[in-house]
């Protein structure tokens, strides 16, 4: 079974606190996604990335950065974190596919509730 | 408008009642996928469909590429299906693997 996994389920933080939230997974997937849930919004792609040290923006990446040293691992950087950002977030992982129209299934981790006080 | 669209948004059902979720999008797709998230849990993939119909267990899903429409159907719902149902598509023309998704369907169903 593949595996997704983040770092923590909740997590607590202060405004302006740099945060860090970790995702590995174990399939040897080429592509890495970090989401972002609120109600009524549904997930939204903050960044993913399609190889090491490769990364895209996606539809909100403003208050975010990403780091990809290794295939396994995609970790999401809040730089100074603010209220604002008190979300869920989900990391996704799944294979390249041979074109920009083909589709491979997402895996997904188990989440991380962010509060920022 | 958002691309895509899920209805109901909220679903209230019986034990044992036949339950429909529908999820119209707006752009052409190469795939579409189905998935169920539990209270305070992760997603899990129920279904990926780019024509057809496919079954599994007393889950249904089908869709009409023409009409832009796809449908998730539960049979004999139990109150553990009780969960965020959320459709995703991918774009024909779009990066690679990025999906759009819907808002969700919250499904209770009372025993």
């Known amino acids: 079974d593949v595996k997704v996994t983040q770092s923590s389920r909740y997590l607590v933080k202060r405004t302006g606190e740099k945060v860090f939230l970790e995702c590995v997974q174990d399939?040897?997937?080429?592509?890495m996604f970090w989401y972002r849930q609120d109600p009524g919004l549904g997930l939204r792609l903050i960044y993913f990335?399609?190889?090491?040290?490769?990364?895209e923006k996606g539809d909100i990446p403003e208050g975010y950065s990403v780091s990809r040293e290794k295939k396994e691992r995609f970790s999401l950087i809040l730089e100074s974190a603010s209220t604002n950002q008190t979300s869920m977030y989900l990391c996704?992982?799944?294979?390249?596919?041979?074109?920009?129209?083909?589709?491979?299934?997402?895996?997904f981790g188990p989440g991380t509730r962010l509060t920022v006080l | 408008k958002n691309e895509v669209e899920q209805s109901p948004q909220n679903l209230t059902a019986q034990e044992g009642e036949f339950i429909t979720i529908n999820c119209s999008y707006s752009?052409?797709?190469?795939?579409l996928h189905w998935l169920q998230q539990h209270p305070g849990g992760g997603i899990v993939s129920l279904f990926m469909l780019s024509s057809g119909k496919k079954k599994h267990g007393r889950l249904i899903a089908t869709i009409n590429i023409q009409e832009k429409h796809s449908s998730l159907h539960i049979t004999a719902s139990h109150p553990r299906d009780s969960a965020v149902y959320i459709c995703?598509?991918?774009?024909?023309?779009?990066?690679?693997?990025?999906?759009?998704f819907g808002t969700g369907t919250l499904l209770a169903v009372q025993p």
């Open positions: 996704a992982s799944s294979f390249a596919g041979p074109g920009t129209g083909y589709y491979n299934e997402q895996f």
């Open positions: 995703a598509v991918k774009k024909v023309a779009g990066a690679t693997n990025k999906l759009i």
């Open positions: 990335s399609y190889d090491v040290k490769m990364k």
């Open positions: 399939m040897d997937h080429e592509n």
């Open positions: 752009v052409g797709i190469s795939a």
